[in-house]
């Protein structure tokens, strides 16, 4: 997803966008693509160690919020004693346009790799308009 020539290091959510949390836990700016097309937008978001049962998105007047929680995989009578790479949780925000069907928008999660589909509104597709003679 992300070029080679990318800082690919986790980026922290800024402290003024945190939210009062109940877990204590990193939280995480996941990277994301967005590709456009003529039936709507595609937003491809990197949420590694999170599955469909873990992952909250929801949408709130024109704000589309994701939430991914990751719980860490250390075996019980084990202690982490290094960790070069950071486990935290993942929240990221999306202003939508009017342009976007709400009604039809699809997630899917696989293999930590969050795919929204929100297709454009019919009202906002574009349409050739007929050409008629004048009188």
């Not at 800024?14 to 937003?43: C, F, L, M, W």
């Amino acid at each position: 997803m992300a070029n080679d020539t990318q800082d690919t290091k986790k980026k922290e959510v800024e402290a003024a966008q945190r939210d009062e949390r109940t877990r204590e836990r990193r939280v995480y700016t996941p990277s994301a693509d967005i590709i456009e097309g003529k039936n709507g937008t595609t937003v491809i978001a990197d949420i590694p160690g999170v599955d469909e049962s873990s992952v909250d998105i929801t949408l709130e007047k024109n704000i589309l919020e994701i939430y991914g929680k990751v719980n860490p995989d250390i075996p019980q009578d084990l202690k982490l004693v290094m960790s070069e790479y950071g486990i935290g949780d993942y929240h990221r925000r999306f202003a939508l346009s009017d342009e976007i069907d709400r009604d039809r928008i699809q997630a899917t999660v696989k293999k930590g790799v969050l795919r929204l589909i929100l297709p454009r509104a019919e009202k906002a597709k574009t349409r050739k308009i007929e050409v008629k003679a004048g009188d």
